[in-house]
């Protein structure tokens, strides 16, 4: 069986040594960015490699230019993936402790670049520490493999197509981030506050229970649903502050089978990175 979406913790078990099965741990804090390495270095799902977001799932920021966390150069993350142990014939099984807001990163960038085998591991570390579930310290090594990456550019939404996004288009634009932040109420990390005129907030923490688990199959679909109403999921386009916790609306969207939706990688970052681009509050 294929995971393409979440993964359980019982069912990840059995495959904690398979070769075939690649676990890749993506603890991180924006306030702190190396506290993931070093919970993950403390105590980490066995077998898992590190992957650290700034380092690993994003490129180079351009002040002025970029959001806080671009994309990687195909050839760069192509390489990051072959290091840990990814070819096509790999079951990828990715955590954090955030709910998914990292992990659903790399999950992206994986199905992005033409490989289906990837899940979010539901609940993540938190659910697989409260179940003690096996776990090692150190850093975990897989024998490399040859990553061949296959670009889906219809996934990737540039600041160019936000600036040309026009109400007739039909196609909706969906903003991730907490309620206050898209207000412009509480603005603690971007040095400009509000959102991208025209666009719906629908925060990603919404998605989850209490225990930071996916919410029902019934609840989500009822959820986007209603927020997508008669619009594809292929019109509709998700961002958050740097085209990271996004995806996990992303995700949740395609668990529930209504399809593949965008992601405005550059996000409120960049979009406020052109003083000339509107906002709203």
């Keep these: 069986m294929t995971y393409t979406t979440l993964i359980s913790t019982a069912e990840l078990v059995p495959y904690l040594a398979d070769p075939a099965w690649a676990i890749i741990d993506c603890r991180f804090s924006l306030a702190d960015p190396e506290r993931g390495r070093r919970n993950y270095e403390q105590a980490h799902i066995t077998g898992a490699v590190y992957a650290h977001l700034d380092e690993d799932l994003a490129g180079p920021i351009i002040p002025g230019v970029t959001g806080r966390h671009p994309l990687p150069a195909i050839d760069f993350a192509a390489e990051k993936f072959s290091t840990w142990g990814i070819d096509d014939r790999v079951q990828v099984v990715v955590y954090d402790d955030a709910g998914g807001a990292y992990a659903a990163r790399l999950w992206w960038m994986l199905h992005w670049l033409g490989h289906d085998a990837v899940a979010v591991l539901d609940g993540g570390w938190p659910k697989w520490k409260n179940e003690e579930r096996e776990t090692r ?8 493999r040859r990553f061949v990456p296959h670009p889906r550019s219809e996934l990737l939404c540039t600041t160019a197509d936000i600036e040309n996004l026009r109400p007739a288009s039909g196609s909706k634009l969906f903003d991730s981030r907490t309620t206050e932040r898209y207000r ?20 990603y923490p919404d998605n989850l229970n ?43 969207l395609k668990h529930v089978g209504l399809g593949d939706a965008r992601l405005y990688v550059g996000s409120w970052s960049e979009w406020i990175a052109n003083p000339q681009h509107p906002i709203e509050k």
């Design 210 to 252: 209490p225990d930071g688990t996916l919410r029902s199959q019934e609840e989500v679909r009822l959820r986007f649903a209603t927020l997508l109403r008669d619009t594809p999921a292929d019109q509709t386009i998700f961002y958050c502050g740097s085209g990271v916790s996004a995806a996990q609306n992303i995700l949740a």
């Design 137 to 144: 310290a150190g850093m975990a090594i897989r024998s490399s």
């Design 184 to 203: 412009g109420e509480n603005e603690t990390i971007d040095p400009v506050a509000g959102h991208i005129p025209g666009a719906i907030s629908v925060p």
